[in-house]
Nanobody, 119 residues
């Protein structure tokens, strides 16, 4: 069982930046998928940004249209960390952000971190 712990959420004004971190309890080297989802009040959980394995050590990176050009996903294999750098934040980015990873069809989720963007 892989444990994921998110951190870095908080309250920020519109136009500001935050960096979310996701710490995995074991090596992320063999993960097939690593990414971030978010869920706003009254809405379904939605994809934000994701790495998906395309074979070997290669990954494809995909972003949801609303965050393209503003958010950047990255990973650190030595630290077993995945990050989400968020810039030019908007009130509509307010949500609980969840880290997720998949390895051999087993899916893992963190507990989430709240991001609130004030106007």
């Amino acid at each position: 069982q892989v444990r994921l712990v998110e951190s870095g959420g908080g309250l920020v004004q519109a136009g500001g930046s935050l960096r979310l971190s996701c710490a995995a309890s074991e090596s992320i080297f063999s993960m097939d998928i690593m990414g971030w989802f978010r869920q706003a009040p009254g809405k379904q959980r939605e994809l934000v940004a994701i790495f998906s394995s395309s074979g070997g050590a290669k990954y494809e990176t995909n972003y949801a249209d609303p965050v393209k050009g503003r958010f950047t996903i990255s990973r650190d294999y030595r630290q077993n960390m995945v990050y989400l750098q968020m810039t030019s934040l908007k009130p509509e980015d307010t949500a609980v952000y969840y880290c997720t990873m998949t390895r051999r069809q087993a899916n893992y989720w963190g507990q989430g971190t709240q991001v609130t963007v004030s106007s």
